[in-house]
T-cell receptor, first 117, second 113 residues
Framework: NAGVTQTPKFQVLKTGQSMTLQCAQD?????MYWYRQDPGMGLRLIYY???????DKGEVPNGYNVSRLNKREFSLRLESAAPSQTSVYFC????????????????FGNGTRLTVT | AQSVTQLGSHVSVSEGALVLLRCNYS??????LFWYVQYPNQGLQLLLK??????LVKGINGFEAEFKKSETSFHLTKPSAHMSDAAEYFC???????????FGAGTRLFVKA
């Protein structure tokens, strides 16, 4: 089983460029999440989707947009990249979600390392 | 709002020594608590979780954690450290009534030979 797959693994952007980070899970999970990881700050939630067709803002949504394309896929878009968005981005999924229990652990992808110059 | 505090951004132990990683949470209702581990260049993996029931929770790789409501703590322990335990460890809580997992800042564990 692949679990949670993120593409690309690495990306370098110039300030102002746009890109989309892709995430897919094959576990039939209800919820999907995007986090960013920065040294000393743990993981901060950008956006999440508790069920197909719904998305909600997390702690640090500014500068990002998301799309829950279907139950499997949840993409993160940077419309105009800034150096402050240099980070490692993790996608995660969980069987919990709308209409289900919410004490389920997260399953993570291996991350996308993004550098904005 | 719920939050998690991990005491110590770095912890160093000798191989074979006790591992103790500290986590305190704030929550107005009984929380769901988790410990995750992250090895270099990988995503996070679940070590163990507390939802309800027994307050001493056993996880993978010999780790365990004890939920102490009176101290609002969920410290992670392992009796004898192994070199392969070197990694970053995150304590996390799920917010009440929602689906958002909130993470602490992480503690990097170093194991000396």
């Amino acid at each position: 089983n692949a679990g949670v797959t993120q593409t690309p693994k690495f990306q370098v952007l110039k300030t102002g460029q746009s890109m989309t980070l892709q995430c897919a899970q094959d576990m039939n999970h209800n919820s999907m999440y995007w986090y960013r990881q920065d040294p000393g700050m743990g993981l901060r939630l950008i956006y999440y989707s508790a069920s197909e067709g719904t998305t909600d803002k997390g702690e640090v949504p500014n500068g990002y947009n998301v799309s829950r394309l279907n139950k499997r896929e949840f993409s993160l878009r940077l419309e105009s990249a800034a150096p402050s968005q240099t980070s490692v981005y993790f996608c995660a999924s969980s069987p919990g979600g709308a209409g289900s229990s919410y004490n389920s652990p997260l399953h993570f992808g291996n991350g996308t390392r993004l550098t904005v110059t | 709002a719920q939050s998690v505090t991990q005491l110590g951004s770095h912890v160093s132990v000798s191989e074979g020594a006790l591992v103790l990683l500290r986590c305190n949470y704030s929550s107005s209702v009984p929380p769901y608590l988790f410990w995750y581990v992250q090895y270099p260049n990988q995503g996070l993996q679940l070590l163990l979780k507390y939802t309800t029931g027994a307050t001493l929770v056993k996880g993978i790789n010999g780790f365990e954690a004890e939920f102490k409501k009176s101290e609002t703590s969920f410290h992670l322990t392992k009796p004898s450290a192994h070199m392969s335990d070197a990694a970053e460890y995150f304590c996390a809580v799920i917010n009440t009534g929602g689906f958002k997992t909130i993470f602490g800042a992480g503690t990097r564990l170093f194991v000396k030979a």
